[in-house]
């Protein structure tokens, strides 16, 4: 299963890649908005993972509404701090809140992730 990790803090991305490596995931990151539409688009993942505050113009809620209208079953992760805008979850997603365990994040993509049919 691929998962793709959107987070714009370095250490975060780092340790929540390596719990998913660690758990057997294939894991695609980005650092901002922008970049995760780019991967979106290309349809890679089976699972979004993304931080809701973003630096640039794209922020987690609508990476997730645009990479649905594109994959409409797509689990997503939200992670979030602190949103200055009000929350607006695709639907079947989940919210963690930060800070988290790295443990959290491999148990949300056990119970959100879709099986994937083999190749």
Same mark, same amino acid.
């Given at each position: 299963?691929?998962?793709?990790?959107?987070?714009?803090?370095?250490?975060?991305?780092?340790?929540?890649?390596?719990?998913?490596?660690?758990?057997?995931?294939?894991?695609?990151?980005?650092?901002?908005?922008?970049?995760? #539409?780019?991967?979106?688009?290309?349809?890679?993942?089976?699972?979004? =993972?993304?931080? /809701?505050?973003?630096? +640039? !113009?794209?922020?987690?809620?609508?990476?997730?509404?645009?990479?649905?209208?594109?994959?409409?079953?797509?689990?997503?992760?939200?992670?979030?701090?602190?949103?200055?805008?009000?929350?607006?979850?695709?639907?079947?997603? #989940?919210?963690?809140?930060?800070?988290?365990?790295?443990?959290?994040? =491999?148990?949300? /993509?056990?119970?959100? +992730? !879709?099986?994937?049919?083999?190749?």
């Amino acid at each position: 299963m691929r998962i793709l990790v959107v987070e714009d803090d370095p250490l975060i991305r780092e340790f929540v890649v390596e719990a998913l490596r660690e758990a057997g995931y294939q894991v695609i990151h980005a650092a901002n908005g922008e970049d995760a #539409l780019a991967w979106c688009g290309r349809r890679v993942a089976d699972v979004l =993972v993304t931080d /809701v505050r973003l630096p +640039g !113009r794209v922020d987690g809620w609508q990476i997730a509404e645009r990479c649905r209208e594109q994959d409409p079953d797509l689990p997503v992760i939200y992670a979030t701090g602190f949103s200055p805008v009000e929350p607006r979850p695709v639907s079947g997603s #989940l919210i963690l809140q930060k800070p988290y365990d790295p443990a959290d994040i =491999v148990r949300a /993509v056990k119970t959100t +992730g !879709r099986r994937t049919s083999p190749n």
